[in-house]
């Protein structure tokens, strides 16, 4: 960590000072443009990341008197301004480096070494580095403004695309959520939508074949024709044509593989107002479960298998609705393959049946929050697919409504 240098001088050390660090502001914070900086660690390693530029500055000017003058701390005074470049704010680092070159020509000057040729390289040193320094702040801020900007482009792209559905639907309470295996993800290919119309709740989720801005775009095409669906068409199996032409002539308009290739496994449900039936179309995708108010709980398999969307023109059967009882207590709970296909570390599969199999949870929000846990436990967090939940809960006769409530104020000591 320290080099040895040409003796220079005397070799007489005196009573000298410590330059000041002057790194006494916070790691990464808001900017002055209101841009969020690169994220900090918490706690200890946020405590030690705030303290490490004037340790190293302190550290090194201890470490100068204490030796011999044939050793200097030059390479500590430089690493200090390096440190705070990428974890501190634009003036911290400036602080930081000034201090290292206060330092560092404060030692000379005591050590009467000021003029020597070594000690004057060892400075400019400092001062390169520092300037270095600075550069590498300029670009890391710079970074985290166009990631702090894509990010609110993919916030705004998913309330877009995947809005979250109301937590009440004509009379059933409803959870969604997705959880994307790409870390920073936002929006994948898994898709769903619930909508009220006039023949009742409706409801679409889906996979999208493939990944990337590909799959994306087909989730809007998806989510565009249900919308639209949903409200016009008669029937279930109507809808599920609906999405069908939309895929397909997604699909013409594409070049390549995606032409002959892109298809959508989903599954429609429709309940009717006020009653206690499910109708439901599924076109190639994962069964759904059916959980009791008892712990009770059904796999819903389709009578009849049927071909993804954007397939219909290779099937020969047309679409036949599914009719299932769903009584008060019971919950829908919808998913796609990223949660039967999660695996854990020796590649066994999660299976959410025997998983859910005799609990029972207040609500839809409780069910999904314990089966998202439940899954990243099985797979060490460490999922490889996309997935997307969505549960429908037809609350029993006589049942408080649920509602949640946090106080706005933490109460202060000596208050319950």
Request: some cysteine.
């Amino acid at each position: 960590m320290a080099h040895p240098r040409g003796a220079a001088g005397d070799g007489r050390r005196g009573t000298r000072r410590a330059a000041g660090s002057g790194a006494h502001r916070a790691p990464y914070g808001t900017g002055g443009n209101g841009v969020q900086g690169p994220p900090v660690p918490y706690g200890v390693a946020r405590r030690f990341l705030r303290a490490l530029p004037p340790l190293i500055i302190g550290g090194g000017v201890v470490f100068d008197l204490a030796t011999p003058a044939a050793y200097t701390a030059s390479p500590l005074f430089s690493a200090a301004p390096l440190i705070a470049a990428p974890f501190f704010s634009r003036l911290t680092t400036l602080l930081t480096g000034i201090a290292a070159v206060l330092a560092s020509v404060g030692l000379h000057a005591y050590n009467h070494t000021l003029s020597d040729v070594p000690s004057l390289t060892e400075t400019l040193t400092v001062v390169t580095v520092s300037a270095l320094a600075m550069l590498i702040n300029l670009v890391v801020r710079r970074s985290g403004e166009r990631l702090a900007s894509a990010r609110v482009i993919a916030e705004a792209a998913q309330r877009a695309v995947l809005p979250m559905p109301a937590e009440r639907i004509a009379g059933l309470q409803c959870a969604a959520r997705y959880e994307a295996a790409q870390a920073d993800a936002f929006i994948g290919g898994d898709l769903f939508a619930v909508q009220d119309t006039p023949h009742g709740v409706r409801l679409v989720v889906g996979d999208v074949r493939g990944k990337g801005m590909d799959a994306v775009e087909a989730v809007a095409v998806v989510i565009g024709a249900f919308r639209e669906a949903a409200e016009q068409e008669e029937t279930l199996e109507g809808v599920a044509r609906r999405l069908d032409r939309a895929l397909t002539r997604e699909g013409a308009r594409r070049e390549g593989l995606d032409a002959f290739e892109g298809f959508t496994t989903a599954v429609l449900a429709e309940v009717p107002h006020g009653g206690g039936r499910v109708r439901l179309v599924n076109r190639g995708h994962p069964p759904l479960l059916l959980l009791y108010g008892d712990g009770r709980l059904e796999q819903v398999d389709p009578t009849e298998p049927a071909l993804p969307l954007g397939m219909g023109e290779l099937s020969v059967w047309p679409d036949r609705a599914d009719e299932r009882t769903y009584p008060p207590g019971a919950t829908l709970l919808f998913h796609t393959d990223g949660l039967s296909e999660a695996r854990d570390a020796h590649g066994v599969f999660y299976d959410p049946a025997a998983r859910l199999a005799g609990a029972v949870f207040p609500g839809p929000e409780e069910l999904l929050d314990a089966l998202v846990d439940d899954v990243r436990r099985h797979t060490g967090g460490g999922a490889t697919d996309d997935m997307a939940l969505l549960a429908l809960s037809r609350p029993a006769a006589g049942a408080p409504e649920r509602r949640r409530t946090m106080p706005v104020v933490p109460p202060g000591p000596g208050h319950p």
